[in-house]
T-cell receptor, first 113, second 119 residues
Framework: GQQLNQSPQSMFIQEGEDVSMNCTSS?????WLWYKQDPGEGPVLLIA?????ELTSNGRLTAQFGITRKDSFLNISASIPSDVGIYFC?????????????FGSGTQLTVLP | ETGVTQTPRHLVMGMTNKKSLKCEQH?????MYWYKQSAKKPLELMFV???????ENNSVPSRFSPECPNSSHLFLHLHTLQPEDSALYLC??????????????????FGPGTRLTVL
């Protein structure tokens, strides 16, 4: 089956710093999604990517769909305390069961004042 | 407000109880999903319904029984659960585009989840 490797597992940063996290896949994906989950809540979609090489921003967040279609990264610039949470990548293949989303194990982000 | 609601938000049950989780989506989508989220593990897909038909069952034990009476509602019936079934159960919905290339309608929107504790 498809596997996603998300790194790092956790990050501790100072407020104001930039953050980068990434996901790599064992197979080609047609879609990459980035979600954020706050404690006790469901994941909320941050950015969706649909084309290889696509670079998309949402405020201070920027994500890219890798040109090989096997990786994606998420950058957060000028972090603030409310950025704290777990960030998940998710990808989707093109056929059969691969069309279901596969999720990374998440990156726990802590922003220190 | 995500457009996907789940009730109850918290549930504590004994191993002999029978309970149901409810999910409702207000987004006009035609596909709904149940996921299990355990600590330190990726989200695990349990069931998928497209156009009210179950299209995926990821080897889920029979003590979990899904029901999709219409495209807006999804239930997960629980009976004789085990303590290891304690987890956050998440519902999601999307607009399925059968036979087409992936696109914006791939995106799944999640509910807030039900935190289940089995004693």
């Amino acid at each position: 089956g498809q596997q996603l490797n998300q790194s790092p597992q956790s990050m501790f940063i100072q407020e104001g710093e930039d953050v980068s996290m990434n996901c790599t896949s064992s197979s080609i994906f047609n879609t990459w999604l980035w979600y954020k989950q706050d404690p006790g809540e469901g994941p909320v979609l941050l950015i969706a990517l649909y084309k290889a090489g696509e670079l998309t921003s949402n405020g201070r967040l920027t994500a890219q769909f890798g040109i090989t279609r096997k990786d994606s990264f998420l950058n957060i610039s000028a972090s603030i305390p409310s950025d704290v949470g777990i960030y998940f990548c998710a990808g989707r293949g093109s056929s059969g069961s691969a069309r279901q989303l596969t999720f990374g194990s998440g990156t726990q982000l802590t922003v220190l004042p | 407000e995500t457009g996907v609601t789940q009730t109850p938000r918290h549930l504590v049950m004994g191993m002999t109880n029978k309970k149901s989780l409810k999910c409702e989506q207000h987004l006009g989508h035609n596909a709904m999903y149940w996921y299990k989220q355990s600590a330190k593990k990726p989200l695990e897909l349990m069931f998928v319904y497209n156009f009210k038909e179950q299209t995926e069952n990821n080897s889920v034990p029979s003590r979990f029984s899904p029901e999709c009476p219409n495209s807006s509602h999804l239930f997960l019936h629980l009976h004789t659960l085990q303590p290891e079934d304690s987890a956050l159960y998440l519902c999601a919905s999307s607009q399925d585009r059968r036979g087409t290339v992936s696109g914006e309608t791939d995106t799944q929107y999640f509910g807030p989840g039900t935190r289940l504790t089995v004693l």
